[in-house]
């Protein structure tokens, strides 16, 4: 009889431990809904991180390119500027103008509930063409929505309310005009 109540006795507190490190383990791994949200956040900062990483280096690699020109540029005529070896038409907007082309080459869609840097560079767009100053937020909501549907109906496109590469192209045509 006392070994069977040892047995029982060993085995209930085998099993408490259990529970206990169990417990202990659910107390010290749980994580609070604020932790998860910056967790998300920081996920999504190292993929846009990422990506202006690409970026950068796609641009440099242009930049090597344009100095090789220009060196051969010097070799060939004996000049010495970078500007006028290659004279690109300058915009008085040329930073959007790249931007937006940007969206195009990367066939970018941003429509109602999309978020990022690259909504921000259609409402900057937008506040240039309304002749606004209206918050640059990155959130692609109604207000922005209906603001591009009325750029779409004014510019001749389909007015679906979704930027797209014709209506990124449509901004890129009407910055030029701007000179």
Not at 71 to 81: M, T
Request: hydrophobic fraction near 35%.
């Amino acid at each position: 009889m006392n070994i069977e109540k040892l047995n029982s006795s060993l085995f209930l507190t085998i099993m408490l431990l259990l529970v206990g490190l169990l417990c202990y383990w659910a107390v010290v791994t749980i994580q609070s809904g604020t932790e998860h949200k910056l967790e998300e956040k920081v996920e999504k900062l190292e993929e846009e991180n990422d990506s202006l990483k690409k970026n950068l280096t796609t641009l440099t690699r242009e930049l090597d390119t344009l100095k090789s020109a220009e060196e051969a540029r010097k070799q060939a005529e004996g000049g010495d500027s970078l500007a006028n070896a290659i004279a690109p038409t300058a915009y008085k907007h040329q930073t959007l103008i790249n931007e937006l082309e940007k969206l195009i080459a990367d066939r970018v869609l941003i429509k109602l509930k999309s978020s990022g840097t690259r909504v921000g560079t259609v409402q900057r767009f937008l506040n240039l063409y309304n002749g606004t100053t209206s918050v640059v937020d990155n959130d692609y909501g109604p207000g922005t929505a209906q603001a591009i549907t009325t750029f779409q109906k004014k510019e001749g496109l389909k007015a679906d309310g979704e930027a797209g590469p014709g209506t990124f192209q449509k901004m890129i045509e009407w910055l030029k005009k701007q000179g």
